[in-house]
C-alpha cells in the first residue's frame, strides 16, 4: 500500500543555517513523483519543488534541494540559508504513475529563530 | 499565475443544514481535488474529478458529495452536515500541463456546530 511518513513532527533552527527535513514512501509502483509543498501561516499551500523517480540527479529549486535515496525510499528536502519566512509546515507527498492521488505525509513544522 | 478560487472563506452551519462549498479554476487543469485538513492530520482526500461530469471517491467521502459541472468549477456538499465535518476545507487543481503541481485555494474555514 502507498503510504508517505514524516517522522520530524516539529524543527527549530537559528536562521541562515541549513535544514533538513525528513520523508519515506513506500510504493509499489515502479515510477512515481516526489513533491514538497509548503503551508505558511496564514494557511496557503504552495508547491515547491518535485523529484521524479528516474532521475538521478537531485532536483534544485532556489534555495531548497532534495535528497532522492531511492535504494532507501526517502526524499529529504534541505533548505539552505534560512529565513525566518521559511518558518511553515512542510508537506512531503507521492503521487504514482498508475494513480492520480497524492498521498500525503503529516507534515513537519520548522521553525526559524533569529 | 495559476489560481484556484473558493468560496466561502468562512462559513458557520448547524447540525443536519446542507452546505455547499465551491471552487472555481482559471487554469484549465482537467483535475480538481477537495481535501479536509485537521489538527495533527496531513491533507485527506474527499473527492476529485477527472474534468467535466466526472467525480470520484478519495480516502474519506462518506457525508460528502462533489459536482463537476464544468471544467472550472468543482463543489461539495455536505447534505446532513455534522459537527464532525467541521475542518478546513482546500480545494486544488493540476494536471500534466502544470507538470503534476497542484494549485491550491486558500481554504475554507467550515464550522458545524
Known amino acids: 500500500a502507498q503510504k508517505v511518513t514524516q517522522t520530524q513532527t516539529s524543527i527549530s533552527v537559528m536562521e541562515k543555517t541549513t535544514v533538513t527535513m525528513d520523508c519515506v514512501y513506500e510504493?509499489?509502483?515502479?515510477?512515481?513523483?516526489l513533491f514538497w509543498y509548503k503551508q505558511t501561516a496564514s494557511g496557503e499551500i504552495v508547491f515547491l519543488i518535485r523529484?521524479?523517480?528516474?532521475k538521478k540527479e537531485n532536483a534544485t529549486e532556489g534555495h531548497y534541494s532534495l535528497n532522492f535515496q531511492k535504494p532507501k525510499s526517502s526524499i529529504g528536502l534541505i533548505i539552505t540559508a534560512t529565513q525566518i519566512e521559511d518558518s511553515a509546515v512542510y508537506f512531503c507527498?507521492?503521487?504514482?504513475?498508475?494513480?492520480?492521488?497524492?498521498?500525503w505525509g503529516s507534515g513537519t513544522k520548522l521553525i526559524i529563530k533569529p | 499565475e495559476a489560481a484556484v478560487t473558493q468560496s466561502p472563506r468562512n462559513k458557520v452551519a448547524v447540525t443536519g443544514g446542507k452546505v455547499t462549498l465551491s471552487c472555481n479554476q482559471t487554469?484549465?487543469?482537467?483535475?480538481m481535488y477537495w481535501y479536509r485538513q485537521d489538527t495533527g492530520h496531513g491533507l485527506r482526500l474527499i473527492h476529485y474529478?477527472?474534468?467535466?461530469?466526472?467525480?470520484e471517491k478519495g480516502d474519506i467521502p462518506d457525508g460528502y458529495k462533489a459536482s463537476r459541472p464544468s471544467q472550472e468549477n468543482f463543489s461539495l456538499i455536505l447534505e446532513l452536515a455534522t459537527p464532525s465535518q467541521t475542518s478546513v476545507y482546500f480545494c486544488?487543481?493540476?494536471?500534466?500541463?502544470?507538470?503534476?503541481?497542484?494549485?491550491f485555494g486558500h481554504g475554507t474555514k467550515l464550522s458545524v456546530l
Open positions: 486544488a487543481s493540476g494536471d500534466r500541463v502544470s507538470n503534476e503541481r497542484l494549485f
Open positions: 487554469n484549465n487543469h482537467n483535475n
Open positions: 474529478s477527472y474534468g467535466a461530469g466526472s467525480t
Open positions: 510504493t509499489r509502483d515502479s515510477s512515481y513523483f
Open positions: 523529484q521524479d523517480s528516474y
Open positions: 507527498a507521492m503521487r504514482e504513475n498508475s494513480n492520480y492521488q497524492l498521498i
